[in-house]
């Protein structure tokens, strides 16, 4: 059964430190690793990264991806409050259907 | 562009009533997806539709199930409530099989 584990569940930091949010995945027949920000109901995308070590960046977020030790980062540099969320990860899709990790819950504390 | 609607966003029912959510994707998308999102399980996928056939269907029992019409407007039923899907339900809109756009979730509440 393909999997995507998350880690840490949940993160606390203050403005302005730097986090990385982990993501490894075990799955049959890879497809792409997506990442997406759930702040109240809707998550959104972030990114979507399919080839090995590759950094894909938006303003202070960036990410990156490991095919051959099966895990994706996303950093987040000088946090905000804004960027207190849930961070989904998930693998997929392509005919069958994107497979989500359990999150990891940021809190950006001034 | 608008983007994804579902409704109704709030939802209380009782054990063994049934109830419908509607999904309304971005214009031009043919492929909705309905996940089920749960404290304890994270984003469990329910099914896709593809130009109004069920293309994918995740491990959920028979009380659940959809449809999808041929303005690509989805349905969603789910019958016999349990307490155990109580959850927010979202449903995801994509043009092709990558980007999926997310609406914002109807949540259910089942006492």
């Known amino acids: 059964e393909d999997k995507v584990v998350q880690s840490p569940l949940s993160l606390v930091v203050h403005e302005g430190d730097t986090v990385t949010l982990n993501c490894s995945y075990e799955?049959?027949?890879?497809?792409?690793l997506l990442w997406y920000k759930q702040e109240k109901k809707a998550p959104t995308f972030l990114f979507m990264l399919?080839?090995?070590?590759i950094e894909k960046k938006s303003g202070r977020l960036s990410s990156i991806l490991d095919k051959k030790e099966l895990f994706s980062i996303l950093n987040i540099t000088a946090t905000q409050t804004g960027d207190s969320a849930v961070y989904l990860c998930?693998?997929?899709?392509?005919?069958?259907?994107?497979?989500f990790g359990k999150g990891t819950r940021l809190s950006v504390i001034a | 562009k608008a983007g994804v609607t579902q409704t109704p966003r709030y939802l209380i029912k009782t054990r063994g009533q049934q109830v419908t959510l509607s999904c309304s994707p971005i214009?031009?998308?043919?492929?909705v997806s309905w996940y089920q999102q749960t404290p304890g399980q994270g984003l469990q996928f329910l099914f896709e539709?593809?130009?109004?056939?069920?293309?994918n269907k995740g491990n959920f029992p028979g009380r659940f199930s959809g449809r999808q019409f041929s303005n690509s407007r989805s349905e969603m039923n789910v019958s016999t409530l349990e307490l155990g899907d109580s959850a927010l339900y979202l449903c995801?809109?994509?043009?092709?099989?990558?980007?999926?756009?997310f609406g914002p979730g109807t949540r259910l509440t089942v006492t």
């Open positions: 799955v049959t027949n890879f497809r792409s």
């Open positions: 399919t080839s090995s070590g």
């Open positions: 995801a809109s994509s043009r092709s099989s990558y980007e999926q756009y």
């Open positions: 998930a693998e997929g899709p392509g005919n069958t259907p994107l497979v």
């Open positions: 214009s031009g998308h043919r492929s």
């Open positions: 539709y593809f130009s109004e056939t069920q293309r």
